[in-house]
């Protein structure tokens, strides 16, 4: 539509043109935003970390976020369910959504959103506890306490992060012993059982061998049959592999965001074409 | 630096001066091989000191049961030494008396301060309270039990007006007090070094604080907590200045903490400083009951070890 041809002209395009293009790319899937970010500000202290961030993400995809060291991919993506907030002296501004519902809205309680907004660290971080005991954690914190219910959940959760199969004898063992790789899965089946609505993934593989690296990632495209997948890559094959949308940062700026084939193939941006041939970062 | 060299005008090769310098390190070498057979030595020091301390007890010891049957000792429920009855229950029941009294008051206060400080306090309070609460255990025990019998006895007579001027429950609270520095201290210590990764998966999951706390920081934490509450008791064991001070010398089988007892640190001082004569059985006796609570307390240190060793963090 036009405003691609706009686009093409002029690289600095205003953000709300920026986002009708965002959704025009993915008209031919359904265009259900499941966040909303818009005008996002983030400090730490009197350093600004973030600067007028402007995002919508899909429902049911995976996003990619991508960018040098330090950018702020990292801590824009733990803004996404307020983990953030855990340093003190963070100070936000802006607005997000999360399914049409301002998350910072004083009501509006973090351990709900996090329960619907899930979270995988970039090392694993298993609770010293056994493998069961861990997957069972978040149903169990939420009030449920059957044992047969809380069976079928752990089944299921490692199940559905594809480590079932390697741990079925092994529930009761502590999460310690296993492998990076395994205890990553884990983490992921501990994330999942509470049924979150989107997980965010913070360099999920970065701590882990290729061969656990493909599995995980085998793993990313499975989910998101169910859920809507935030994840924070240094890699960008990675991101081009695994991704449906990527969004590129820079010192705290969200240069690009546009369908992956689309960022990767024909950046509009001079400073994402020099990010994904190289020439820095 | 490099401009003052060259100014200098004079050239450098590293390795010709590590070659002259080796010639001069016989010396450093005699050193290097003295220093491990010094620093055995100075470790030597505790180690035999133990031994020496175990060899005396025993020696005395015997020498005591054969005067006094070790069944009597340990199984006779008198302890009134001055008229030759050697039942070594009394003492034995009012150590754990205070001890018991001791860690009521310890380890409640000490954990809660332990989370405070770990888990809720600001930087700046931290900063604060953490000293002030390490000042706790630098004062003598001597104060502790001046404090004891001035200021608490009559402060808990207000509420029990039957309460006597020496009696195990102010004994034992002050002993409380004095060790609850190291149950916060060493507790505090085990929490603040649970990863800060397992917090995080536990508030990623919608933990509250208290959830993180009580289901997460406190179970990875758990053999540093109890490692540093079994420390503590075993010098509630040992302690002697606040109880002889505060608790009275009356031998005493008794669960009432309103009543005056002795433990056995007190008998101790006792019978060491007054006029006992050389060679009777009262003096030997000191060694009898001091092996006892050497028994004692080494029994909680190897509790200790055994259980930090056996959970050991697995973080």
Same mark, same amino acid.
């Given at each position: 539509?036009?405003?691609?041809?706009?686009?093409?002209?002029?690289?600095?395009?205003?953000?709300?043109?920026?986002?009708?293009?965002?959704?025009?790319?993915?008209?031919?899937?359904?265009?259900?935003?499941?966040?909303?970010?818009?005008?996002?500000?983030?400090?730490?202290?009197?350093?600004?970390?973030?600067?007028?961030?402007?995002?919508?993400? /899909?429902?049911?995809?995976?996003?990619?976020?991508?960018?040098?060291?330090?950018? @702020?991919?990292?801590?824009?993506?733990?803004?996404?369910?307020?983990?953030?907030?855990?340093?003190?002296?963070?100070?936000?501004?802006?607005?997000?959504?999360?399914?049409?519902?301002?998350?910072?809205?004083?009501?509006?309680?973090?351990?709900?959103?996090? $329960?619907?907004? +899930?979270?995988?660290?970039?090392?694993?971080?298993?609770?010293?506890?056994?493998?069961?005991?861990?997957?069972?954690? +978040?149903?169990?914190?939420?009030?449920?306490?059957?044992?047969?219910?809380?069976?079928?959940?752990?089944?299921?959760?490692?199940?559905?992060?594809?480590?079932?199969?390697?741990?079925?004898?092994?529930?009761?063992?502590?999460?310690? @012993?296993?492998?990076?790789?395994?205890?990553?899965?884990?983490?992921?089946?501990?994330?999942?059982?509470?049924?979150?609505?989107?997980?965010?993934?913070?360099? /999920?593989?970065?701590?882990?061998?290729?061969?656990? $690296?493909?599995?995980?990632?085998?793993?990313?495209?499975?989910?998101?049959?169910?859920?809507?997948?935030?994840?924070?890559?240094?890699?960008?094959?990675?991101?081009?592999?695994?991704?449906?949308?990527?969004?590129?940062?820079?010192?705290?700026?969200?240069?690009?965001?546009?369908?992956?084939?689309?960022?990767?193939?024909?950046?509009?941006?001079?400073?994402?074409?020099?990010?994904?041939? @190289?020439?820095?970062? | 630096?490099?401009?003052?060299?060259?100014?200098?005008?004079?050239?450098?090769?590293?390795?010709?001066?590590?070659?002259?310098?080796?010639?001069?390190?016989?010396?450093?070498?005699?050193?290097?091989?003295?220093?491990?057979?010094?620093?055995?030595?100075?470790?030597?020091?505790?180690?035999?000191?133990?031994? &020496?301390?175990? *060899?005396?007890?025993?020696?005395?010891?015997?020498? *005591?049961?054969?005067?006094?049957?070790?069944?009597?000792?340990?199984?006779?429920?008198?302890?009134?030494?001055?008229?030759?009855? =050697?039942?070594?229950?009394?003492?034995?029941?009012?150590?754990?008396?205070?001890?018991?009294?001791?860690?009521? #008051?310890?380890?409640?206060?000490?954990?809660?301060?332990?989370?405070?400080?770990?888990?809720?306090?600001?930087?700046?309070?931290?900063?604060?309270?953490?000293?002030?609460?390490?000042?706790?255990?630098?004062?003598?025990? #001597?104060?502790?039990?001046?404090?004891?019998?001035? =200021?608490?006895?009559?402060?808990?007579?207000?509420?029990?007006?039957?309460?006597?001027? *020496?009696?195990?429950?102010? &004994? &034992?609270?002050? #002993? &409380?007090?004095?060790?609850?520095?190291?149950?916060?201290?060493?507790?505090?210590?085990?929490?603040?070094?649970?990863?800060?990764?397992?917090?995080?998966?536990? !508030?990623?999951?919608?933990?509250?604080?208290?959830?993180?706390?009580?289901?997460?920081?406190?179970?990875?934490?758990?053999?540093?907590?109890?490692?540093?509450?079994?420390?503590?008791?075993?010098?509630?064991?040992?302690?002697?200045?606040?109880?002889?001070?505060?608790?009275?010398?009356?031998?005493?089988?008794?669960?009432?903490?309103?009543?005056?007892?002795?433990?056995?640190?007190?008998?101790? #001082?006792?019978?060491?400083?007054?006029?006992?004569?050389?060679?009777?059985?009262? !003096?030997?006796?000191?060694?009898?009951?001091?092996?006892?609570?050497?028994?004692?307390?080494?029994?909680?240190?190897?509790?200790?070890?055994?259980?930090?060793?056996?959970?050991?963090?697995?973080?």
């Amino acid at each position: 539509m036009s405003e691609v041809m706009v686009k093409k002209k002029n690289n600095t395009v205003n953000k709300a043109s920026k986002r009708e293009e965002n959704s025009f790319g993915l008209q031919k899937e359904k265009a259900n935003h499941i966040i909303e970010v818009n005008d996002l500000n983030l400090w730490y202290g009197s350093d600004q970390a973030l600067y007028e961030v402007n995002m919508d993400v /899909p429902e049911k995809q995976v996003t990619a976020i991508i960018g040098p060291s330090g950018c @702020g991919k990292s801590t824009f993506l733990k803004t996404l369910n307020r983990m953030v907030e855990m340093v003190p002296v963070v100070k936000t501004s802006g607005s997000i959504k999360y399914r049409d519902q301002e998350i910072f809205n004083r009501k509006y309680k973090q351990e709900y959103l996090r $329960t619907k907004v +899930g979270m995988v660290f970039q090392k694993p971080n298993p609770f010293p506890k056994s493998v069961y005991d861990n997957v069972a954690y +978040g149903p169990r914190i939420h009030g449920i306490k059957k044992k047969e219910i809380l069976d079928q959940i752990v089944e299921k959760s490692l199940k559905g992060a594809a480590i079932w199969d390697e741990l079925k004898d092994r529930l009761h063992e502590n999460a310690y @012993g296993l492998s990076g790789g395994q205890q990553q899965r884990v983490c992921i089946a501990r994330a999942l059982a509470v049924e979150p609505d989107v997980i965010l993934m913070d360099e /999920p593989t970065s701590a882990l061998d290729p061969i656990s $690296t493909a599995k995980v990632e085998e793993l990313v495209q499975e989910l998101k049959e169910k859920y809507s997948i935030i994840i924070v890559t240094h890699n960008m094959q990675q991101a081009a592999r695994i991704s449906d949308k990527t969004a590129f940062f820079l010192n705290g700026e969200l240069i690009e965001f546009a369908d992956t084939d689309h960022l990767f193939q024909n950046p509009q941006d001079k400073r994402t074409e020099d990010y994904i041939t @190289g020439r820095f970062g | 630096m490099d401009k003052s060299l060259q100014s200098e005008g004079k050239s450098f090769n590293v390795q010709q001066m590590i070659e002259s310098n080796k010639k001069k390190t016989s010396i450093g070498e005699k050193i290097e091989r003295i220093i491990p057979t010094l620093l055995f030595l100075c470790a030597a020091v505790s180690v035999v000191t133990t031994v &020496g301390i175990l *060899f005396t007890f025993l020696r005395e010891s015997i020498g *005591f049961f054969s005067d006094v049957s070790i069944i009597d000792f340990y199984t006779g429920s008198q302890w009134s030494p001055w008229s030759g009855e =050697f039942g070594v229950a009394p003492l034995i029941g009012g150590t754990l008396l205070i001890t018991l009294i001791a860690t009521i #008051v310890a380890v409640p206060l000490g954990l809660m301060s332990a989370i405070f400080l770990s888990e809720y306090a600001s930087d700046k309070a931290r900063r604060v309270i953490k000293p002030v609460l390490e000042v706790l255990a630098g004062i003598p025990t #001597v104060v502790y039990g001046y404090f004891a019998l001035t =200021f608490v006895t009559p402060m808990f007579q207000f509420f029990l007006p039957d309460l006597g001027i *020496f009696n195990a429950l102010s &004994g &034992g609270f002050v #002993v &409380g007090i004095m060790i609850l520095p190291m149950v916060a201290s060493l507790s505090e210590d085990a929490m603040n070094s649970v990863p800060n990764a397992l917090r995080e998966a536990a !508030y990623g999951l919608g933990s509250t604080k208290l959830e993180v706390v009580v289901k997460v920081v406190l179970p990875a934490a758990f053999s540093g907590i109890v490692a540093s509450i079994v420390l503590a008791i075993s010098r509630a064991i040992g302690e002697t200045m606040i109880v002889t001070i505060a608790a009275g010398a009356t031998p005493n089988l008794t669960l009432n903490p309103t009543e005056s007892i002795q433990t056995m640190t007190a008998f101790i #001082v006792q019978a060491a400083t007054g006029d006992t004569s050389f060679g009777s059985t009262i !003096y030997y006796s000191l060694y009898a009951v001091g092996m006892t609570l050497f028994v004692f307390t080494l029994v909680m240190n190897l509790i200790a070890q055994y259980i930090s060793r056996k959970f050991r963090e697995e973080y």
